[in-house]
């Protein structure tokens, strides 16, 4: 089956600089990559996907790039804000699927003021 | 519109106790999942429903049984509950297919901790 690593586990950066979140996957296959914000104690919530045939996606401040070639995918937040600190999960499907997804293990990302 | 609606919030078991974890959600999705969340592990799809009377298992199944009651409600049930069974669980839902507009919905979470 698939295996999701996400790198770095903890990252800490000062208000408005940048941060950049890493993902691998192992299935060449796999399709659809969405990244998911859980504040604490809330319930995890979509910012930002991508599917195979594109190579990047921005929304605002938030961008995700992917290289299939690599098999790897990637989270920006520009202008980091205190209100972007949470954890933030990757995930991979098939099937461009949100059925059996299967998440990366987080990052804790905390602005520093 | 309350979304995806779990309950209980909170719950304390004895070992070899048993449960039942709620979900109900009010979008019409066709696909349901629960998943589990521990420290260090991320989420972990636990069983999915892609529509009413048809349930598949995910990653990690074992220990756990589900039901999907109708399109609204599915269930997972703990029939004797272990320590490694604590976590947090999340009821879900979906379109099935990923892309704008197709988020996973997740409910608040359940806090279950098996002594």
């Known amino acids: 089956g698939e295996n999701v690593e996400q790198h770095p586990s903890t990252l800490s950066v000062q208000e408005g600089d940048s941060a950049v979140i890493k993902c691998t996957y192992s299935?060449?296959?796999?399709?659809?990559f969405p990244w998911y914000k859980q504040e604490l104690g809330k319930r995890p919530q979509l910012i930002i996907d991508i599917r195979s045939n594109v190579g990047e996606k921005k929304d605002q401040r938030i961008a995700v790039t992917l290289n299939k070639t690599a098999k790897h995918f990637s989270l920006h937040i520009t202008e980091t804000q205190p209100e972007d600190s949470a954890v933030y999960f990757c995930a991979a499907s098939l099937n461009f699927g949100n059925e059996k997804l299967t998440f990366g293990t987080g990052t804790r990302l905390t602005i520093i003021p | 519109n309350a979304g995806v609606t779990q309950t209980p919030k909170f719950q304390v078991l004895k070992t070899g106790q048993s449960m039942t974890l709620q979900c109900a959600q009010d979008m019409n999705h066709n696909s349901m999942y629960w998943y589990r969340q521990d420290p260090g592990m991320g989420l972990r799809l636990i069983y999915y429903s892609a529509s009413e009377g048809t349930t598949d298992k995910g990653e990690v199944p074992n220990g756990y049984n589900v039901s999907r009651l109708n399109k609204r409600e599915f269930s997972l049930r703990l029939e004797s509950a272990a320590p490694s069974q604590t976590s947090v669980y999340f009821c879900?839902?979906?379109?099935?297919?990923?892309?704008?507009?197709?988020?996973?919905?997740f409910g608040e979470g359940s806090w279950l901790t098996v002594v």
């Open positions: 879900a839902s979906s379109h099935p297919t990923g892309g704008p507009g197709n988020t996973i919905y």
């Open positions: 299935d060449s296959a796999s399709n659809y």
